[in-house]
C-alpha cells in the first residue's frame, strides 16, 4: 500500500521549495528600478485597484487572522465568530474614516502623514519608534508561527530543525523587503490571497456538503463536540474564566477594530494607489475578499470541531492554532488519495506562504521608516536613500530572527496583543487628532505617541497572557495584577487623553500655529492634491 500522510508530507516539501522559488523569482524580477523611491517605497503606477486591493486583503489576513481567530472560533465557537467580524469592521473603519485622508497627506511612511502638519525630526523619529514597536513583536509571532507549522505539516519535533525553519523564513523576510520593495512584497500578498481563497473555498464546501449543506446543522455539530455544550453558541466562553468577561470581549474587540485598521503595515498601502477613486476601489476589492475569508475560516474552524471535537484541537495546541489545518485535514478525511493529499498541500502552502508575506511586508514597512524618517536627509540621492531601505531591512531583521529563535517555545499570544493595543491607543489617536483636530499640536502629538505606547507597555506586563496561567508565556512566574487580557478598555482612552492634555497645555499660541498649519493643509486633507502624484 502507497503511504498517502508520507506522500502528503513529500508534496508539502516540493510545494513549499516550489513557493520559495516562485516567490524570490518574482522579487528580483519585478524590483524597483535603481533611483525610483516610489517604485520601492509604493509600487506607484504598478498596483491597480483590484491588485492593490487583494494586497490590502492579504495584509489584514495575516497568520494571527488564520491561525488565532481560526483557533478562537473552533474552541469557543460564537465569541471567536465575532472576533472574525470585528477584523472586517477594523476594514470598513480604514475605508470608511483613514482609506482617503491617508492617500491625500501620506508618500512613503506614517512619519509622512503625521509630519505634513507638524514637521520636525523629533515626530519622524517618534513615528519611527512606534513604528517599530508595534510591528516588531508581531513579525516575531508570525516568524515563529513558521517552524510550529513545519513542525505540525512535516511531522518533526527536533527543536533545531524549528529553528533553521525560523532562521531560513526570516532571511527570505529580509530578502523579499530589500530586493522586491512594495511591488515585491505586494506581488507575494497577491498570490498569496488568491492561493488561499480558492483553497479555503474548496475545504468550506467539502465541509459545508459533510453537513447537507445546512449551517445549522454544522453548528449544532460542533456544538455538540465542543465539550461546551449550549455555550458554544453563546456569548462569554472565550473569557469564562476571567473576573470580568464581558469587559475582557470588548477590551479584545477595541483593539482588534482601532488596531487593525491604523498598524504601519496596512496604511502604507493607502499611499500606493494614484487617484482618490483607485483608492475606493481598492478597499471595495479588499473589504470583499476579506469578508469571503472570514465566512470561510468560520466554516472550516468550525467544522474541525464538529468533525474532530474540541478536546483533540486543544490537544493539538492549547490555544487552537493548528485548527484550520485540523478542519482541512478532516474535510479530506483520515486516507487521503493523490488528488486530496495534493489538495491538502495546497491549503498547507497558502498558510506558510501566508506567514512569509506578512513577515515581508512588516519588514518593508519597519525599513521604509528607518531609512526615510530617521536616516535619510532632504538631499540625500535616491540611490543613496534606497541603499539605506535595504540595508534597514537587514537591521531590522535580524533582531527579529534572534526574538523569534528565543520565543518559539513560548506563547506568542501577549506579542500579538501587543501589536494591535499599540496600533489602537497610540497610532489611532495620533491619526485621528492629526487628521481631523485643527488645534491638536505638535506636544500633544507626541505626548499621543509616547504616552498610548508606555501605558500598553506597562499595563500588559500584568495581563495574565504574561503570567499567572499555564498557558501564560511564563507560567512559572506570577505578577498578574491587571484584570483584563488585554490593554484597549484602558490604553486607548489613555492614548486619547494624552493627546487632549498635551494639546491644551502646549498653550493659546501653539494651538494658533497648529490651527493656522491645519487649514493651509485642510484642502489637501479633503481633497488631494491639486494635481496627479509623479512618479
Not at 51 to 59: C, E, M
Not at 477 to 487: G, V
Request: aromatic share 8%.
Amino acid at each position: 500500500m502507497i503511504d498517502f500522510e508520507g506522500s502528503a508530507r513529500s508534496w508539502s516539501l516540493v510545494a513549499f521549495f516550489s513557493v520559495v522559488t516562485l516567490t524570490l523569482l518574482l522579487c528580483v524580477v519585478t524590483g524597483p528600478d535603481r533611483e525610483d523611491l516610489d517604485e520601492f517605497y509604493t509600487g506607484y503606477r504598478f498596483l491597480s485597484p483590484l491588485r492593490n486591493g487583494l494586497a490590502i486583503a492579504g495584509d489584514y489576513i495575516s497568520a494571527a487572522t488564520v491561525l488565532t481567530v481560526g483557533g478562537i472560533i473552533a474552541l469557543c465557537g460564537y465569541d471567536g465568530v465575532v472576533l472574525a467580524l470585528s477584523t472586517l469592521l477594523s476594514l470598513l473603519l480604514l475605508m470608511f474614516l483613514l482609506a482617503e485622508p491617508l492617500h491625500h497627506t501620506g508618500r512613503f511612511t506614517m512619519g509622512d502623514v503625521l509630519a505634513r502638519r507638524m514637521p520636525g525630526r523629533a515626530v519622524r523619529i517618534t513615528a519611527c519608534a512606534v513604528t517599530l514597536a508595534a510591528l516588531v513583536p508581531m513579525m516575531v509571532v508570525q516568524l515563529a508561527g513558521v517552524g510550529q507549522l513545519l513542525a505540525f505539516v512535516l511531522g518533526f519535533s527536533d527543536s533545531t530543525m524549528r529553528t533553521g525553519c525560523v532562521v531560513g523564513a526570516g532571511a527570505l523576510m529580509i530578502t523579499y523587503a530589500a530586493i522586491g520593495g512594495m511591488r515585491g512584497t505586494a506581488l507575494i500578498q497577491i498570490l498569496k490571497t488568491v492561493i488561499l481563497l480558492g483553497s479555503g473555498l474548496v475545504v468550506a464546501a467539502l465541509i459545508l456538503h459533510t453537513f447537507g449543506w445546512s449551517p445549522q446543522t454544522l453548528f449544532q455539530s460542533a456544538a455538540q463536540n465542543s465539550g461546551a455544550g449550549p455555550n458554544y453558541l453563546r456569548y462569554g466562553l472565550q473569557f469564562a474564566g476571567g473576573e470580568h468577561p464581558a469587559l475582557d470581549m470588548v477590551s479584545t474587540q477595541c483593539a482588534i477594530v482601532l488596531g487593525g485598521a491604523c498598524l504601519p503595515h496596512v496604511t502604507m498601502r493607502m499611499y500606493t494607489a494614484g487617484s482618490t477613486r483607485q483608492v475606493r476601489r481598492a478597499m471595495s476589492w479588499a473589504v470583499s475578499a476579506v469578508a469571503l475569508f472570514m465566512a470561510i475560516i468560520t466554516v472550516v474552524a468550525v467544522g474541525a470541531t464538529a468533525l474532530i471535537g474540541g478536546k483533540e484541537i486543544a490537544a493539538a495546541d492549547p490555544r487552537g492554532n493548528t485548527a484550520y489545518l485540523l478542519g482541512a485535514r478532516a474535510a479530506f478525511g483520515t486516507d487521503l488519495s493523490r488528488g486530496e493529499s495534493l489538495l491538502f498541500t495546497t491549503v498547507t502552502t497558502a498558510i506558510f506562504l501566508t506567514l512569509l508575506a506578512s513577515v515581508a511586508s512588516m519588514t518593508l514597512a519597519c525599513a521604509n521608516s528607518l531609512a526615510h524618517d530617521v536616516v535619510a536627509r532632504a538631499d540625500m540621492p535616491p540611490l543613496r536613500e534606497m541603499a539605506l531601505a535595504r540595508l534597514s531591512a537587514l537591521a531590522v531583521g535580524i533582531p527579529v530572527i534572534v526574538l523569534a529563535v528565543l520565543a518559539q517555545h513560548r506563547s506568542l499570544q501577549p506579542l500579538a496583543i501587543v501589536s494591535f493595543c499599540l496600533g489602537a491607543s497610540a497610532i489611532a489617536p495620533a491619526l485621528v487628532y492629526s487628521l481631523f483636530w485643527r488645534r491638536y499640536t505638535r506636544a500633544g502629538l507626541l505626548c499621543t505617541l509616547i504616552g498610548g505606547s508606555l501605558s500598553v507597555l506597562v499595563l500588559m506586563t500584568g495581563t495574565n497572557l504574561v503570567s499567572g496561567s499555564p498557558q501564560s508565556a511564563f507560567p512559572e512566574a506570577d505578577f498578574n495584577w491587571f484584570p483584563f487580557t488585554t490593554t484597549a478598555l484602558v490604553s486607548v482612552p489613555a492614548g486619547f487623553l494624552c493627546g487632549l492634555l498635551g494639546t491644551v497645555l502646549s498653550g493659546r499660541r501653539a494651538t494658533a500655529r497648529e490651527r493656522n498649519r491645519y487649514e493651509a493643509v485642510e484642502p489637501v486633507l479633503l481633497a488631494g492634491p491639486p494635481h496627479p502624484r509623479s512618479g
